[in-house]
C-alpha cells in the first residue's frame, strides 16, 4: 500500500477524507452534449415566421381538396401541396406561396393582390377574372395556365416560364415582364401599357387587339 492511500485511509477512519473534485469536461464533450439537448428538444423554430396553416374553417387545404372562397389573407402557404385545389373565390392577399405547387388549381375570381408566388409551379392553373394586383410571379412556372381577364397591374412577372399561356383581356399595366417567356401564347386584347418587356419572349404570340404590345414578334 502506497504512502497516499495509506494516509488517505487514515483521514477516512477519523471522518476527514477530502472531498473528490467533480470531474471536468472538454469543451468538446459539453458541445456533443448540448447537441443532444437541442435533439432531444426539437428543431429550433427561427425567423419569427408563421406557422404554415393547412387547415381554415373546417377545410383542409391539400391537393384536389374543394374549398371555396376562404379567406387566407396573409397566411403563409409556402411549398404547400394545391395540385388541383378548388380555390376559386379566395381571398389571398399578401399570402405566403412562394414554391406551392398550384398546378390545375381553381383561382378564378381569386383575390391575390400582394401575394407571393415567386417560383410558385401554375401550370395549368385556372386564374380567370382573379386580382393579382401587385402580385410577385418571378421565376414562377405557368405553362398552358389561364389568365383571361386577369387583372396584374404592377404585377412582377420577371423571368416567368409561361409559354403557351391565355392573357387574354387580361390587365399587364406597369407589369414587370423582363426575361419572360411567353411563346405561343394568346395576348389577344391585353392591355400592357408601361409594361417592362426587356429581353421578353412572345414568340408566335397571338397579340390582335393587344395595347401597347411589341412588335415583329
Excluded at 417567356?181 to 395576348?187: D, E, I, T
Amino acid at each position: 500500500m502506497s504512502r497516499i492511500t495509506a494516509a488517505l485511509l487514515a483521514l477516512s477512519l477519523w471522518g476527514l477524507a477530502p472531498v473528490p473534485f467533480a470531474p471536468l469536461f472538454s469543451a468538446g464533450a459539453a458541445e456533443v452534449e448540448n447537441a443532444a439537448l437541442d435533439d432531444a428538444a426539437g428543431p429550433l423554430v427561427g425567423g419569427g415566421e408563421e406557422e404554415r396553416t393547412t387547415a381554415v374553417a373546417g377545410c383542409t387545404l391539400a391537393p384536389k381538396s374543394v374549398c371555396p372562397n376562404l379567406d387566407l389573407r396573409h397566411r403563409n402557404l409556402r411549398g404547400l401541396g394545391l395540385a388541383g385545389a378548388d380555390l376559386h373565390g379566395a381571398n389571398l392577399m399578401r399570402a405566403d406561396l412562394r414554391n406551392a405547387d398550384l398546378r390545375g388549381a381553381d383561382l378564378r375570381g381569386a383575390i391575390l393582390d400582394g401575394a407571393d408566388l415567386r417560383t410558385a409551379f401554375l401550370q395549368g392553373a385556372k386564374l380567370s377574372g382573379a386580382r393579382m394586383r401587385g402580385a410577385n410571379l418571378e421565376f414562377a412556372r405557368a405553362t398552358g395556365a389561364d389568365f383571361t381577364g386577369t387583372d396584374l397591374t404592377a404585377a412582377n412577372l420577371e423571368a416567368i416560364r409561361a409559354d403557351k399561356i391565355d392573357l387574354s383581356g387580361a390587365n399587364l399595366e406597369g407589369a414587370n415582364l423582363q426575361e419572360a417567356k411567353m411563346s405561343l401564347s394568346n395576348l389577344s386584347g391585353v392591355n400592357m401599357e408601361g409594361a417592362k418587356i426587356r429581353f421578353a419572349i412572345f414568340q408566335d404570340a397571338l397579340m390582335t387587339g393587344c395595347t401597347a404590345c411589341p412588335t415583329g414578334w
